[in-house]
T-cell receptor, first 111, second 111 residues
Framework: GAGVSQSPSNKVTEKGKDVELRCDPI?????LYWYRQSLGQGLEFLIY????????KSGLPSDRFSAERTGGSVSTLTIQRTQQEDSAVYLC?????????FGSGTQLSVL | KQEVTQIPAALSVPEGENLVLNCSFT??????LQWFRQDPGKGLTSLLL?????REQTSGRLNASLDKSSGRSTLYIAASQPGDSATYLC??????????FGTGTRLLVSP
């Protein structure tokens, strides 16, 4: 596609449920990032994939969070046993070099 | 730990004014600095990227400067227009492709 695509755009879930967020990066981009944007706060780095290298998971806030990238393209961010503090906008970005291209994000609301 | 601060948090100006947005960072050991624009409910759009060896970058009515030694960057917007209304974010690349974001400046340009 022409840009980074994220789905769903909005997700409402109950506390304790698992959720999966999907990111389709720009074709040919080797790097993929997940960031989290909480209300009134800056973007928080979560995880970074580069080609076939092991991902940099240093930003994941707890072991309830995991992500994978299949075939060097589509990525899924999974949050298990969601908590209310997980409510935020989850943004995905891809890049070929240094300039990042962001998707529109998934607004996650945990009730 | 790198921290990025943006001042002011919000700015309201009449159409046609020239304006300056400020970004400061605590650790001068950066690879580059990017300015992004974020519209409500949408992802981020990269505006300008300045490498650590550069002093400024220009794109149309936008000019970004970088003073790495003092930990400062400014985004200058000339002849502002209502369409410039958005949140502007700066982000520093600390290496290993991790961007540290500021909390942004919300700009409103009134017709």
């Amino acid at each position: 596609g022409a840009g980074v695509s994220q789905s769903p755009s909005n997700k409402v879930t109950e506390k304790g449920k698992d959720v999966e967020l999907r990111c389709d990066p720009i074709s040919g981009h080797t790097a993929l990032y997940w960031y989290r944007q909480s209300l009134g706060q800056g973007l928080e780095f979560l995880i970074y994939f580069q080609g076939n290298s092991a991902p940099d998971k240093s930003g994941l806030p707890s072991d309830r969070f995991s992500a994978e990238r299949t075939g060097g393209s589509v990525s899924t961010l999974t949050i298990q046993r969601t908590q209310q503090e997980d409510s935020a906008v989850y943004l995905c970005a891809s890049s070929l070099r240094e300039k990042l291209f962001f998707g529109s994000g998934t607004q996650l609301s945990v009730l | 730990k790198q921290e990025v601060t943006q001042i002011p948090a919000a700015l309201s100006v009449p159409e046609g004014e020239n304006l300056v947005l400020n970004c400061s960072f605590t650790d001068s050991a950066i690879y580059n600095l990017q300015w992004f624009r974020q519209d409500p409910g949408k992802g981020l759009t990269s505006l300008l990227l300045i490498q650590s060896s550069q002093r400024e970058q220009t794109s149309g009515r936008l000019n970004a400067s970088l003073d790495k030694s003092s930990g400062r960057s400014t985004l200058y917007i000339a002849a502002s227009q209502p369409g410039d209304s958005a949140t502007y974010l700066c982000a520093v690349n600390t290496g290993f492709q991790k961007l540290v974001f500021g909390t942004g400046t919300r700009l409103l340009v009134s017709p």
